[in-house]
């Protein structure tokens, strides 16, 4: 699948191995979906959305710089439907894009696990956490912090738990 493809090109942390297995573990024709849009420079706030089911991730991001760039989003749903993931990023790895805000928004949701990547410094493959202090997570939303966001991202991962209750 797409993700097994993706992980022999990027170094992974270890939440991002079990979002790769609970992904990698479902009917890939129902239960997940990758699919790719454009991020656009130019400071306009935008918004990209994909779901599953009740279920729906929401990039919202407003950008500056150089040109348009391909980005991906995947999102996935678990066999017993309790678990709900989105990854948004730039397969190239570096954005050269300078992104002024973004959030993400897990729709039916709690999120259970989030976090935010930049392009690291020395030009290799391998995303490196934000710091905590650049963005928040909140029960369905991933959002930057003003002030405190150095603008530089590469990707964006997050999982919830949905309100799927058995019977």
């Not at 270890?14 to 992904?23: E, I, P, R, T």
Request: glycine share 8%.
């Amino acid at each position: 699948t797409v993700f097994v493809k993706m992980a022999t090109k990027t170094n992974f942390c270890v939440v991002d191995l079990v979002f790769l297995l609970v992904l990698v573990s479902v009917s890939a024709s129902e239960r997940t979906k990758t699919v790719e849009f454009n991020v656009k420079p130019g400071g306009v706030v935008h918004t990209f959305s994909e779901g599953i089911k009740e279920y729906e991730c929401s990039f919202t991001y407003a950008s500056q710089g150089g040109t348009n760039e391909q980005w991906l989003m995947s999102v996935g749903l678990s066999d017993d439907d309790r678990l709900f993931s989105c990854s948004v990023w730039r397969p190239q790895g570096k954005s050269y894009l300078f992104f002024t805000q973004f959030k993400a928004e897990l729709k039916g949701t709690k999120i259970e696990y989030a976090n935010a990547y930049s392009q690291a410094a020395t030009g290799g493959q391998s995303d490196m956490p934000l710091k905590p202090e650049e963005f928040t997570v909140g029960d369905s939303t991933v959002t930057h912090n003003d002030g405190k966001f150095n603008a530089q991202l590469s990707k964006l991962t997050a999982i919830g738990r949905t309100r799927h209750d058995e019977l």
